[in-house]
């Protein structure tokens, strides 16, 4: 009988009653209608070093008109498309998420601290020294003003049209719909919205004077943001990890002018382990029709990734070689430049091209790993003589790790407490396509699970799976 495979990272506190796992796979959709099976599991994007700046971790990044921009521990540094790079300017940070905005002539970025103009005709690189500047938390920019929070305050501020390095005393005002310190802002079709602790506000350039932001009548409602680094607009909408007087530890999706909830109960409970969600942060990408948005929750030894186009969960995973501990994904921001995913290392100096067609994280293992839901039928005894994998196969590479790739199955009759011993099989050498993908003998169960993993170098897509058995 064919048996469910296909779904997403769903794990709750009773694993007696959900236990799933979607590591380094995610859900993807026929959209032809004619395919095999209506969904599957495919590997996840790899990583290769496209170059190395700086001496510190890839705190930021930006594309700006066809040029690319990274902070490496506290260095600037210009990107080309040959893998080269050239020191721009300093910060005067070592650590912490750098945020970056582009009008016509300058890209300004703050550290948290302080905040920074580059003149992109010029290629000059100063610290904003006006002393009007307030110590800013966020930025973004909007007909042509920068604009930023400022910390630990309910107040926001603009800078000069088109010159982020004026700002003038009077050019801010405050959110009054409710007491809480904003905690970010961004700009999402021509609406500014300004998220505090516990509420969000949305507000509009009518070119009022003296100052042309006011909020828009009605557009306010009672969820804050945990974390300004968890803001992000992706297929024109916006998802922040939320916070309000009631609870925290939901992410949300802007819907219209409110609220509307996308993460699970089981993304909830991951995200409440963590003790500093409001350091958390996250990048947003788009690929091969699908748009994700990977949130890093401080603390925590996965990336939580949402598929927006399927509103599924899965998780992106690394793990060291050397502890073989799970740890987040390498990836700490994103940007698009020269037709490359570039994502800057979480820890480390190093930029890297994310594609489909790599199969590791740069050189060390990528583990593609599924834990499947329960098989069970009202606690009837169930035979597993066999356990069969459609999938993709003959997909061994032509030397080395791969040639010979294995698939990994081990299963577990008391909900993912304890598991069987490993049970490899091969996924077919370079083209060997009548593979089969099976195990027989696998006893009896009243409740299973059963846990596949590959971490061979390899495409790895399971369309279906079929349990023969009584």
Known sequence: MKIDIVGQSYQMEAVSFDHQRTVNMYPLVSESGTSKDTVALRSCSGLSEFLTIGGGAIRGGIEANGRAFFVSGNEFYEIFDDGTSTLRGKVNTTTGECFFEENPTQIMIIDGEDGYIFTKAANSFVTISDPDFPTASHLTFQDGYFLVT??????????????????????????????????????????????????????????????????????????????????????????????????????????????????????????????????????????????????????????????????????????????????????????????????????TNQVYEMRLDLYDDDGDPMIKRRITPHYSQERALITHAQLELDMEIGVGLVTGQGSDPQIMMRYSDDGGRTWSNELWTSLGKIGEYFTRVKWNKLGVSRDRVYELSVSDPVFVQINAAYLNGK
Do not use: M
């Not at 309910?154 to 000069?160: D, G, T, V």
């Not at 932001?213 to 990890?241: H, M, P, R």
């Not at 993460?263 to 788009?286: C, D, G, L, R």
């Open 150 to 347: 400022q910390t630990d305050s309910p107040k926001f501020w603009i800078s000069n049209i088109n010159n982020g390095l004026a700002w003038d005393a009077l050019d801010n005002t405050t959110v009054e719909s409710s007491p809480d310190n904003l905690v970010g802002l961004i700009s999402d079709s021509s609406n500014l919205w300004l998220f505090g602790t516990k509420s969000t506000e949305v507000f509009r350039n009518t070119g009022a004077s003296p100052f042309p932001f006011q909020v828009i009548d009605g557009a306010s409602f009672e969820v804050g943001c945990a974390a300004q680094g968890t803001i992000k607009e992706i297929d024109n909408a916006i998802y922040w990890l939320g916070s309000d007087e009631n609870g925290d530890s939901i992410v949300w999706r802007s819907n219209g002018y409110n609220a509307f909830r996308v993460s699970t109960q089981a993304i909830e409970k991951k995200i409440s382990e963590s003790e500093n969600f409001n350091e958390s942060s996250s990048w947003v990408y788009h690929e091969r029709g699908h748009a994700f948005y990977a949130l890093r929750v401080k603390g925590l030894n996965t990336t939580l990734v949402l598929d927006v186009t399927t509103g599924a969960w899965h998780e992106r995973v690394y793990r060291n070689p050397i502890t073989a501990d799970e740890e987040q994904h390498r990836g700490a921001n994103h940007i698009f430049f020269d037709k490359k995913h570039l994502i800057g290392d979480r820890e």
